[in-house]
T-cell receptor, first 114, second 113 residues
Framework: DAGVTQSPTHLIKTRGQHVTLRCSPI?????VSWYQQVLGQGPQFIFQ???????GRGNFPDRFSARQFPNYSSELNVNALLLGDSALYLC?????????????FGQGTRLTVV | GQNIDQPTEMTATEGAIVQINCTYQ??????LFWYQQHAGEAPTFLSY????GLEEKGRFSSFLSRSKGYSYLLLKELQMKDSASYLC??????????????FGKGTKLSVKP
């Protein structure tokens, strides 16, 4: 059974460009969350989606947006990239939000903005 | 506000026992998680506590005291492969969500021969 899969694994973009990151949750999981992890820090919550609706949003600017599709996969979009957006972007899936179950993480997308 | 504190770095010897502490102050509490993260890789789940007390899973144990806002991860019989960052995370009410995780900065553990 496949775990959480993210694509691409690595990406290099120029300042001002936009980027789309993709995530497929574990089969049967309906909740997807996105996290940003800057080098040397813990992951920071960006978005949570459940049943295609946004259920939570962290302290990130409007340049960050996301959506969830009917098959529960998700996209994270970042516009007008800044150097500070360089980070590991992690997707986590769980059965439903708020339940006493662990979140499973994908391998992440390493974004470098130059 | 949300605040999770854990030591930045720790060093221990192969075969020994190490305890990694975590204190937290969060709005809402729906469980505390410990994750292991090797450099350049995704976090992998180690343990989950929602009630006070000790949870044991092989060489790893995790303890929670909700009244003190305190948890620790205990690693026994340390192996070289245990060298990694250990992340303490609280599932709390943040950003309008009850399901997301609030992470500490992580504790980088180095196991020496």
């Amino acid at each position: 059974d496949a775990g959480v899969t993210q694509s691409p694994t690595h990406l290099i973009k120029t300042r001002g460009q936009h980027v789309t990151l993709r995530c497929s949750p574990i089969s049967g999981h309906k909740s997807v969350s996105w996290y940003q992890q800057v080098l040397g820090q813990g992951p920071q919550f960006i978005f949570q989606y459940y049943e295609k609706e946004e259920r939570g949003r962290g302290n990130f600017p409007d340049r960050f947006s996301a959506r969830q599709f009917p098959n529960y996969s998700s996209e994270l979009n970042v516009n007008a990239l800044l150097l500070g957006d360089s980070a590991l972007y992690l997707c986590a899936s769980s059965l439903v939000p708020g339940m006493n179950t662990e979140a499973f993480f994908g391998q992440g997308t390493r974004l470098t903005v130059v | 506000g949300q605040n999770i504190d854990q030591p930045t770095e720790m060093t221990a010897t192969e075969g020994a026992i190490v305890q990694i502490n975590c204190t937290y102050q969060t709005s809402g509490f729906n469980g505390l998680f410990w994750y292991q993260q090797h450099a350049g890789e995704a976090p992998t789940f180690l343990s989950y506590n929602v009630l006070d007390g000790l949870e044991e899973k092989g060489r790893f144990s995790s303890f929670l005291s909700r009244s003190k806002g305190y948890s620790y991860l205990l690693l026994k019989e340390l192996q070289m492969k245990d060298s990694a960052s250990y992340l303490c995370a609280v599932r709390g009410d943040y950003g309008g969500s009850q399901g997301n995780l609030i992470f500490g900065k992580g504790t980088k553990l180095s196991v020496k021969p």
